[in-house]
């Protein structure tokens, strides 16, 4: 009977419903949706909370979005118990990920990870010292030297400082776009900046070949990339704190970071300059 049929049918695709929406297809979807764009070292941040995040929420099925509450997110963190500070990285991104998806009709619920109590973090507290950071570059080769003294010079991260090129200085000034912020900077090439930039230009200058137009660059004039900062400084730091000559101080040696050379060089400034100076 063709009406009944029609009937039928049309019984059939009100009342079916389509198979709900999982974590791991929100997640999936979200990261390969908004990738483009983002920061480099961003999206590496993602790459490393996805794979967990849909381990833990496809344990044992793929969790359906309607079904997820806040204790869900609560036993995350506690199954992550061996790296706190990861997994509170890691719920960030699932929440911007549960925002997305809200935005675009995969769910209408509340995001679960709001009011969710997460892992306790302090931030680091250290400042290096003259003498400590001096250990240091005594037993680092020149690329490292100059890495580390453009660091505390200019101020800016470890990954401006590696994108920063030769081309970026016009009449005496060096300007970049910071990496993580997008914020335009502009820093005078003087005093003790002016004289760091014209030693590593001679530097380069004596390499033979085809030279990187990076202000950083290794012995062979290519660029200094993140793993080699890294291990250089890694050794440097190792070899300063073995000279140390008490435990102590090679405990203080070896807790600094690169990274530390951006708030020493803040720090310095403040108390010559004050805040504003800063």
């Known amino acids: 009977d063709y009406v009944e049929a029609l009937r039928r049918y049309a019984e059939i695709t009100v009342t079916a419903k389509a198979p709900p929406v999982t974590v791991p297809e929100l997640l999936t979807r979200w990261h390969t949706e908004t990738m483009q764009g983002r920061a480099v070292n961003t999206q590496k941040d993602i790459g490393y909370a996805i794979p967990k995040l849909i381990e833990f929420f ?12 806040p204790q869900h997110v609560s036993r995350y963190l506690a199954w992550r118990k ?14 911007t990920a549960w925002n997305w998806g809200r935005t675009i009709g995969l769910t209408d619920l509340e995001n679960p990870c709001n009011g969710v109590k997460r892992n306790k973090e302090t931030g680091r507290d250290i400042y290096p010292e003259d003498d400590e950071i001096a250990a240091i570059e005594a037993h680092a080769d020149e690329p490292l030297k100059e890495a580390m003294r453009l660091a505390y010079l200019t101020g800016q991260r470890p990954g401006d400082l590696r994108d920063m090129q ?5 009449g005496g000034v060096l300007t970049f776009s910071q990496n993580k912020t997008g914020a335009k ?7 003790e900046l002016e004289e760091l930039i014209e030693k590593i230009r001679k530097r380069k200058a004596s390499i033979k070949g085809v030279r990187s137009l990076a202000i950083l660059c290794d012995e062979h004039g290519q660029p200094l990339g993140k793993s080699q900062l890294r291990h250089r400084f890694d050794r440097a730091r190792a070899a ?12 203080r040696i070896m807790n600094i970071q690169f990274r530390d050379l ?6 310095d400034k403040r108390e010559i300059d004050g805040l504003d100076g800063a």
């Open 262 to 267: 951006r708030a020493k060089a803040g720090t």
């Open 82 to 95: 061996a790296a706190p500070i990861r997994a509170n990285r890691e719920i960030a991104w699932l929440s």
């Open 58 to 69: 496809s344990s044992p099925s793929p969790a359906p979005l309607d079904e997820i509450k």
């Open 166 to 170: 030769e081309t970026d200085i016009r």
């Open 185 to 191: 900077m502009a820093v005078a090439i003087t005093g």
């Open 240 to 251: 300063a704190a073995n000279a140390a000559s008490d435990a102590a101080t090679a405990a």
